[in-house]
C-alpha cells in the first residue's frame, strides 16, 4: 500500500501513477475527480476493487489470472468484469474479502457474491448473484480473512463480527 492507504493511483490516461504495475482500466479509471477504491482483494484469480466516492456501490475485477488487463465486455477471452450492488438502502463498499464467494461488507450491510454455476466462476457470461447476508453494517476498516471465517468490526466499532460460508444456506 501507498502512504495514502491506497493500493494505487490511477491516472485515465496513464494508468497507475506512483507504482510499478500499469493497468488498462477501459473506459472508467480511478482517479481524484472520482475516487479511489477503499476495498480490495483476490477471488477466482481476479484483482478485485471496490466502492469509490463515485461508484460506492460498485465492483471491479480484473480479467481472470491477469490483474492488469481491466478490459471489460468480450473483447479479450477472459474480460474485466464491473458489478454495483443494489439494494432499497446505500449501501457503499468499505471492505471486501474472498471466501467461497465474494463478500463485499458495507457500511449498512453484508453482502454475498458467487457464481450462479458450480462449474464456471463469475465472468460476463455468468454474472453473479448478490445475497443480502445480514443487515449488521461495517466499519471502514480491511475484514481479515481467518482459516474458517472472516472477521470485521461492525458499525460503530464496538463488536468484532464473524462471517462463515455456509453451503446449506445456498
Known amino acids: 500500500l501507498l502512504d495514502t492507504g491506497i493500493l494505487a493511483k490511477l491516472d485515465p490516461l496513464y494508468g497507475v501513477v506512483s507504482s510499478g504495475v500499469s493497468i488498462n482500466h477501459g473506459f472508467f479509471s480511478f482517479n481524484e475527480a472520482f475516487g479511489y477504491p477503499r476495498a480490495v482483494t483476490y477471488f477466482e484469480q481476479r484483482l478485485w476493487f471496490a466502492g469509490t466516492d463515485a461508484e460506492a456501490t460498485t465492483i471491479w475485477g480484473s480479467s481472470i489470472r491477469d490483474e492488469e488487463e481491466w478490459t471489460d465486455g468480450f473483447i479479450t477471452a477472459n474480460p474485466a468484469v464491473t458489478y454495483a450492488i443494489y439494494s432499497t ?14 463478500v463485499a461488507l458495507t457500511a449498512n450491510g453484508e453482502f454475498s457474491i458467487g457464481s450462479r454455476s458450480a462449474e464456471a466462476g463469475i465472468t460476463a457470461e455468468n454474472p453473479p ?31 468484532l463480527m464473524a462471517i462463515q460460508y455456509d453451503s446449506l444456506q445456498e
Open 89 to 102: 438502502t446505500f449501501n457503499p463498499i468499505l471492505s471486501l474479502i474472498g471466501q467461497q464467494s465474494l
Open 129 to 159: 448473484f448478490i445475497v443480502r447476508n445480514s443487515g449488521y453494517g461495517s466499519e471502514p476498516v480491511q475484514a481479515i480473512l481467518g482459516p474458517s471465517m472472516g472477521f470485521y468490526s461492525q458499525r460503530g466499532g464496538k463488536r
